[in-house]
């Protein structure tokens, strides 16, 4: 088959055979994907974006080289390009490059439809998010598919749907590329509060405010780091909304999102951990309470120049999908869960063992392996080898799931604003230090949010009565310390 003269250039066959390899591998990944149901993250990056890609850039090297070919031989004084070209379909050659030129088309247009649709899906896909950057993003994927919301595409919340927030998504995926292929990336990688999709676009497509949800129990256990490894538990009705669905949003942890409401907050610094400045506002009446905090209050001339945010569900919510579990919480849940034994101390020195930081995965691992059969070999020689092999996969376990040292990512760089123990959350603004010209504050109480219904070691449980739920006793007895002072001003701290 012969095409016109111009084709048979250095350029132009480099890009017939560049494309034409492409267009085979592409083929190729198609087949290990569809027929015999094979692929990876890597296989779809190339099927769908790179090799593509190639063999556009190959296609486009046809007619450059032909544009090339035919100016060399018009500037040699070549008689037949002295004139424009005469497509002349009695000429084989030109029959055969318009032949090939529209089948060509044709068959580009619908591999580029099914390899467009196909991208776009690839690039919205869970594998795209978390697996194509795995060093980078490894530590969101693994918490990601521990969640709750592991059956939620990512996408779902971090792009949503629309032409704009798809496009936004995209470009700031280009710099995103950028930094990883020049390994000028952040770690860990910071929690995009700025440019996260408003929670009412995302959060409320699947929780509707206006649905009533009832008050709901939540139970914990604990183990003490003594050696019987004392299980200590507790039992709470965490008040979600109100007693009874006439009143729906009336009362309840989230009367905050109540629309009859507005809850205005102004926060220190971008992590808004710390919140000097809260604005109630009862949007039927229009009454209007400042409240701030008597024990850092903000100046006035930064009150004028500060974002003021309208409290929304990621303001509590913050972790919803990548939670870094403290080595405190994973541990007690693995030895509930059978995942570690209870040998004597292994609390304790679990919590040893893990107080730590360690400067690789490997090297964690490998000093929780050496400091566990150690600990057990000298104190404990009479305990099964099984059982100690155990513990120290169950203690990695939960290392693996919750504490990334290469990328610096863990619990303590990732505060959850849910509760009030290891993170201030709740207590940003309800501490007792928040307060209005005319002397009112924003409640501590603890039987605002929930009631404790059952709590103590097992044998020795209290439990409420009726209409009077139990005042909260430390598992270890610290007096009334614990109504003086914040949680997080010992638990956040047990942890260098």
């Not at 090799?51 to 486009?60: A, K, V």
């Not at 220190?268 to 229009?286: F, G, H, M």
């Not at 693996?400 to 604003?417: Q, T």
Request: hydrophobic share 35%.
């Amino acid at each position: 088959m012969r095409f016109p003269k111009s084709y048979y250039n250095h350029i132009s066959l480099v890009g017939t055979i560049i494309a034409g390899i492409s267009i085979l591998l592409i083929i190729l990944s198609f087949i290990l994907s569809f027929i015999f149901n094979a692929g990876s993250s890597y296989l779809g990056l190339f099927s769908y974006i790179l090799l593509p890609g190639i063999m556009l850039l190959g296609l486009i090297l046809i007619p450059i080289g032909m544009l090339f070919s035919t100016r060399k031989a018009r500037k040699n004084n070549i008689e037949q390009y002295k004139k424009w070209i005469v497509i002349d379909f009695n000429d084989p050659r030109y029959r055969n490059a318009a032949s090939v030129f529209f089948i060509g088309t044709v068959v580009l247009m619908l591999l580029s439809a099914v390899g467009s649709y196909e991208a776009y899906h690839y690039t919205e896909s869970v594998e795209f998010c978390g697996k194509v950057c795995h060093k980078v993003m490894k530590p969101e994927y693994v918490t990601y598919t521990n969640s709750s919301h592991a059956r939620v595409a990512c996408v779902e919340c971090h792009v949503g749907q629309g032409a704009d927030w798809y496009v936004k998504s995209k470009l700031s995926g280009l710099y995103q590329v950028y930094a990883v292929a020049t390994n000028n990336y952040p770690k860990p990688i910071p929690t995009p509060i700025s440019s996260l999709r408003p929670a009412k676009e995302t959060c409320e497509e699947c929780h509707w405010p206006q649905k009533f949800y009832t008050p709901r129990l939540h139970t914990e256990k604990h183990y003490l780091s003594d050696s019987l490894n004392t299980e200590w538990m507790i039992q709470l009705q965490m008040k979600t909304n109100s007693q009874h669905s006439s009143n729906n949003l009336a009362e309840g942890i989230h009367w905050h999102i109540n629309p009859n409401v507005k809850i205005e907050y102004i926060a220190a610094d971008e992590t808004r951990e710390s919140i000097p400045w809260v604005r109630y506002i009862n949007l039927k009446t229009n009454d209007t309470t400042l409240y701030e905090d008597t024990w850092g209050p903000l100046d006035p001339e930064d009150i004028k120049t500060a974002t003021i945010r309208t409290m929304d569900c990621m303001d509590c919510h913050n972790r919803p999908s990548h939670n870094y579990h403290l080595p405190s919480d994973f541990v007690d849940y693995a030895i509930s869960s059978g995942d570690i034994p209870k040998l004597p101390q292994i609390k304790y020195i679990a919590m040893e063992v893990l107080k730590d930081p360690y400067p690789t995965t490997d090297t964690a691992l490998m000093v929780i392996k050496n400091t566990i059969q150690h600990f057990y070999e000298e104190n404990y020689s009479e305990l099964q080898p099984e059982a100690i092999t155990q513990a120290i996969e169950g203690i990695s376990n939960g290392y693996l799931n919750n504490i990334f040292p290469e990328m610096g990512a863990n619990w303590d760089v990732y505060p959850d604003h849910i509760g009030h123990v290891e993170f201030n959350g709740c207590f940003r603004c309800h501490n007792d230090t928040h307060e209005s010209l005319a002397g009112n504050k924003i409640t501590k109480d603890c039987n605002a949010c929930h009631s404790i219904l059952m709590q103590g070691t097992p044998g020795q449980l209290e439990s409420a009565s009726i209409n009077e739920p139990l005042e909260f006793h430390h598992p270890i007895d610290i007096g009334t310390d614990w109504k003086d002072y914040l949680c997080t001003d010992c638990h956040r701290y047990l942890y260098p």
